[in-house]
C-alpha cells in the first residue's frame, strides 16, 4: 500500500513544473493538502485545478524563494489556510549556465546559490520554526547527485547542492530532538525542463545523458515524487539527515 499522508498539510517549492509539481500531485494523491509555490502563478493554479478535480485539496502562494518577506508570508499563508505544515519538500532550483568554472561570473555564480542555498535555507528557517512549535514534522530538500559528486560545467549548481545537503544534515542534528525530520532527494538525471536546458532541446545530448546511468535512461518525475511522498510520510520515521540517491546506479 503507498504511505498515507491523511490529515497532513505539505508546502511544495517549484511547483509550477517538473519534480516540484510532480510531488505535488503525488502528495496530494497520498492524501496531504498540499500548498503549492513558486513565481509563476498561472502555472500554479492549473495545477491547484487538476489536484481539485482529482479529489484533493490545494492553494496556491506566488513566491520567489530567494526572498525573505515572502518565504515568511508563505509560511504564514500555509498556516493561515490550513491551521499548520506537517511537511515541505523545498524543491526550488536552478541549474545556471553550463561552463567551465573560470569562465563564470560572480553575478552568475551567485544567481545560482541565490536560489538554491539561500532559498532552501529560507525555507527551512521558517518552516522549521512553525513545526517547533507545532511539535514535529518533516522536511525534504531536493539536492542532486551534483551534491554528492562534481558535475563537469556546473562549478556553481554543484556547489549549491553540495551546500544544501550539508544544511539538511545540520538541520537534521539540530532538531531531531524536536521531532523533525530533515531529509534530501539526490535525482541524477531526471526528465525535465531543466534537462531539455541542460541539453538544448537536442535528443542526442539527451541520450548521451540518459546513457551515463546503468539503466540507460532519464529518471522520471514520479520516481523522485514517490521517494518524496515516503519521506514525508510515517514509514520513513527514523530516517533523518539522508542524502537518498535516485539515479538508477549511475553513482554506484
Ligand atoms: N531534472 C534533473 O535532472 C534534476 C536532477 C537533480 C536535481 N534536480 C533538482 O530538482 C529541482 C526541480 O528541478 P526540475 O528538474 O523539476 O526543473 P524545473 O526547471 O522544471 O523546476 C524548477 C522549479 O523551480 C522554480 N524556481 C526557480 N527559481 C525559483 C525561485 N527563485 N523561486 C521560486 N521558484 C523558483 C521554477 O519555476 C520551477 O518550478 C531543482 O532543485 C533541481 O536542481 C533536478
Redesign the pocket.
Known sequence: MPPSLEGKVTVV?????????AAALALARAGSRVVV????EAKLQTLVDEISAAGGEAFAIT????DEEQVRALIEGAVERFGGIDCAFN?????GPSKPAHTYSSEEFMQVLD??CL?TFLCMKYEIEHMVENGGGAIVN?????GLRGMPRQVA?SAS?HAVIGMTKVAALDYGGNGIRVNAV?????D????DRLTGGDPQRAERLAAYSPMGRL?T?EEVANAVVWLCSDESSFTNGEAMVLDGGLSA
Open positions: 517549492t517549484g511547483a509550477s513544473s517538473g519534480i516540484g509539481r509555490a513558486a513565481r509563476r513566491t520567489d524563494v530567494t524543491n526550488a532550483g536552478i541549474e536560489v538554491n532559498g531536493d539536492a542532486s547527485v551534483a549548481y547542492k539526490c535525482p541524477g538525471f531526471t525535465t525542463d531543466m534537462v529518471g518525475v
